[in-house]
């Protein structure tokens, strides 16, 4: 039966990857228009998300927004055929690089051997830009992601994250050491700490104002593995996704975890109130609350 179901998921992406663009984004805002009225649940979590996050903006403002990340989401999830399916030259047409690309290609002489850690947000175009990485840049690319319920998904994910260069996926339970002597030895992690992966290995810093639990990895893998961060940015466009590169951050870390995750968490705002349509409202970033508090959602 699994073999069964990703025949299938793989098969239906190869026929969609072979779309234009704009008729899978069209069938992407029908699909998220429909999860919208469908999906109550996950709504009410992107609606208390954006009460919390943007408070000045009216019920009907909020619920107008919360369609759009519905539509937004179905749109990447449909994106993954082409990105994962398509050719290199369709690729190059459209993933697309934007910003400081001399950071990435370490052209300074002082940071040629030099670790990166590339914080990328959950951006819906966070696979275009590992895709893009990974297809123009040299060297070797970590990650940690969470293993999906579905085997027949995590297959599916996990071949087309490993389409091009040099990469290991890594779970948390994998363990780090493997991802610091990489950094030391001049490799590239792409990082997504973002999220609220609960209590255990997080601390508590504002994000729109509202206390967040927030794993510090940011800081402890630039730190421990001697690298430099480099924020990464994907935006979803008409001719596909826009990947900016960030000037590398200086004086990071600071030897001050707290702070360190509080300022990640601040520059990540400035990102996200560009197109806030774009960003992982679904996910319960709030969901652990400190000592005392009550649940949000």
Not at 7 to 36: D, E, H, Y
Not at 96 to 109: I, N, T, V
Not at 271 to 295: C, D, M, S
């Amino acid at each position: 039966m699994i073999r069964l179901a990703h025949w299938a998921l793989t098969s239906l992406m190869r026929v969609l990857a072979l779309l234009p663009l704009t008729w899978l984004r069209g069938l992407g805002a029908v699909v998220g228009q429909v999860l919208f009225v469908l999906v109550k649940k996950r709504r009410k979590v992107v609606l208390v998300n954006l009460g919390l996050c943007f408070p000045t903006l009216s019920e009907g403002e909020r619920h107008e927004l919360a369609l759009k990340v519905f539509k937004h989401f179905a749109q990447a999830w449909l994106d993954r055929a082409w990105i994962w399916y398509g050719s290199e030259e369709l690729l190059r047409e459209r993933l697309r690089w934007a910003g400081e690309l001399q950071a990435l290609k370490r052209e300074d002489p002082q940071t040629k051997t030099q670790g990166q850690v590339i914080f990328a947000p959950h951006f819906w175009g966070l696979d275009a830009a590992w895709t893009l990485l990974t297809l123009d840049m040299p060297g070797e690319f970590s990650t940690i992601f969470t293993p999906q319920s579905s085997k027949a998904s995590e297959a599916w994910m996990t071949q087309g994250r490993s389409r091009f260069g040099a990469v290991s996926l890594n779970t948390r339970e994998d363990g780090v050491k493997k991802i610091i002597h990489s950094l030391r030895q001049g490799g590239t992690l792409y990082l997504l700490p973002d999220m609220n992966f609960g209590p255990e290995e997080s601390i508590f810093v504002d994000f729109y104002g509202v206390k967040a639990a927030t794993v510090p990895s940011l800081s402890k893998f630039s730190r421990v593995g001697q690298a430099q961060v480099v924020p990464v940015i994907s935006r979803m466009t008409s001719f596909g996704y826009e990947i900016k590169v960030h000037k590398p951050w200086a004086h990071f870390p600071t030897g001050d975890v707290v702070a360190d995750t509080q300022e990640m968490n601040h520059w990540l705002e400035g990102e996200i109130n560009q197109a806030p349509e774009q960003y992982l409202w679904v996910h319960k970033r709030f969901k652990t609350r400190p000592p005392g508090e009550h649940q949000i959602y």
